[in-house]
């Protein structure tokens, strides 16, 4: 993990100083809907509301690189339907490097229309798993610390502030429990300064 963040400071400094035409970051902010899918039919899952914050790095004009950092709060609630008042309640704290890469689709000098998708790694930082009257107990030693996802999205420019709708597909199984697969699946909202 240590390597992944390491990696991650390196390339940030590295896009701060580099001499790149159209070239901007910023801190952002947002909301996020999590949702935390099993994999088996008796089990149901509900969605849950949380914040997010980081910064994004913009590299390019009309075809753009845009890496980001952002502190996620993944949440769910899980249910059996066949057990009465079970309930498994998940925040895992992450860490989350998307790397996206977006064209512009209406470019203008007040606004412009963007579309982007691309890969995100998420780095656990703090596991917090509550269960009730759930048969089949896991804890946070049985999520796996990093998994990975693919956003897709679109959003909005207006002189110096930036708004981005994505979804996100988990493609990892969080859960290292054989009887239980667990992936996350997210929508989320954010607004971001442009400072460059």
Do not use: C
Not at 75 to 94: C, F, N, P, R, Y
Not at 114 to 126: D, F, Q
């Amino acid at each position: 993990m240590k390597k992944y963040l390491i990696a991650i400071l390196v390339f940030f400094a590295f896009s701060a100083t580099a001499q790149v035409p159209y070239f901007t970051f910023g801190p952002k902010a947002g909301a996020s809907f999590s949702r935390f899918s099993a994999d088996q039919e008796q089990i149901k899952e509900e969605i849950k509301s949380s914040l997010h914050f980081g910064a994004f790095v913009r590299i390019g004009d009309k075809l753009y690189l845009q890496p980001e950092l952002l502190f996620m709060n993944r949440k769910g609630d899980l249910s059996q339907t066949e057990v009465a008042g079970s309930t498994k309640s998940l925040h895992i704290k992450t860490l989350d490097v998307p790397v996206l890469l977006g064209g512009k689709l209406i470019d203008t000098d007040l606004l412009n229309v963007r579309i982007m998708a691309g890969p995100v790694a998420s780095l656990a930082l703090n596991k917090d798993i509550n269960s009730e009257n759930w048969d089949n107990s896991i804890t946070g030693d049985d999520i796996r610390s990093a998994n990975w996802g693919i956003q897709a999205g679109a959003g909005v420019d207006l002189l110096l502030f930036t708004l981005d709708l994505r979804y996100e597909f988990g493609i990892s199984d969080y859960s290292k429990n054989e009887g239980l697969t667990l992936k996350n699946n997210m929508f989320t909202v954010s607004l971001g300064l442009k400072i460059l």
